[in-house]
Antibody, heavy 121, light 107 residues
Framework: EVQVVESGGGLVQPGGSLRLSCVAS????????MHWVRQAPGKGLEWVGR??????????EYAASVEGRFTMSTDDSKSSLNLRMDSLKIEDTAVYYCIRVARGSRSYDIWGQGTVVTVSS | DIQMTQSPSSLSASVGDRVTITCRAS??????LAWFQQKPGKAPKTLIYDATSLQSGVPTRFSGSGSGTDFTLTINSLQPEDFATYFCQHYNGFPITFGQGTRLEIK
């Protein structure tokens, strides 16, 4: 089955760090562009960032709200997309979704189930 | 940043109705727009991409139209499982932004 599964969420204090992982199965992660999108409790969707595929050099783009604090990376050996989150703020509290982009398209074709990040003292 | 404005914010409809949700971009985004459906406690699901293309597996009662700045999502013959929240999204450059959502409720 083609899917992505996020993990790594949890409770962290303001200023702390967390690393989310998104493990791909049923497809080759390095062939696809990938995105992270988050949703604060009771709110809408917010784009977090995008990383290109291996052929495009794993280039990342970030939302201004996370630029300089969040870093996306991939581990081909583990078919894993990672989101390193540093200097966390209360407003980073959200469900974080990992999303696959269809090859040859910009369509989001596979969504993960999400992982919950809570930033609180 | 490109602002995406959806209307209405919420609407009530009955099973069998036809509903239309609109999304307006603050500048020309060509056809680089997607629509998503989200049910409570669940991840969003992609319905439409490139403004008019139906995502694989999505029922044909869903359709999208528009280009430039004005877009619509139409649901023909509403089914009970269609009551959810709908979001539009542009991907004409960064940052990618979403509309605020439209909550579709049962009348």
């Amino acid at each position: 089955e083609v899917q992505v599964v996020e993990s790594g969420g949890g409770l962290v204090q303001p200023g702390g760090s967390l690393r989310l992982s998104c493990v791909a199965s049923g497809f080759i992660l390095s062939d696809h562009y990938m995105h992270w999108v988050r949703q604060a409790p009771g709110k809408g969707l917010e784009w977090v960032g995008r990383i290109t595929n291996k052929a495009a050099g794993y280039t990342a783009e970030y939302a201004a709200s996370v630029e300089g604090r969040f870093t996306m990376s991939t581990d081909d050996s583990k078919s894993s997309l990672n989101l390193r989150m540093d200097s966390l703020k209360i407003e980073d509290t959200a469900v974080y979704y990992c999303i696959r982009v269809a090859r040859g398209s910009r369509s989001y074709d596979i969504w993960g189930q999400g992982t919950v990040v809570t930033v609180s003292s | 940043d490109i602002q995406m404005t959806q209307s209405p914010s919420s609407l009530s409809a009955s099973v069998g109705d036809r509903v239309t949700i609109t999304c307006r971009a603050s500048q020309d985004i060509r056809n680089l727009l997607a629509w998503f459906q989200q049910k409570p406690g669940k991840a969003p699901k992609t319905l439409i991409y490139d403004a008019t293309s139906l995502q694989s597996g999505v029922p044909t009662r869903f359709s999208g139209s528009g280009s430039g700045t004005d877009f619509t999502l139409t649901i023909n013959s509403l089914q009970p499982e269609d009551f959810a929240t709908y979001f539009c999204q542009h991907y004409n450059g960064f940052p990618i932004t979403f509309g605020q959502g439209t909550r579709l409720e049962i009348k």
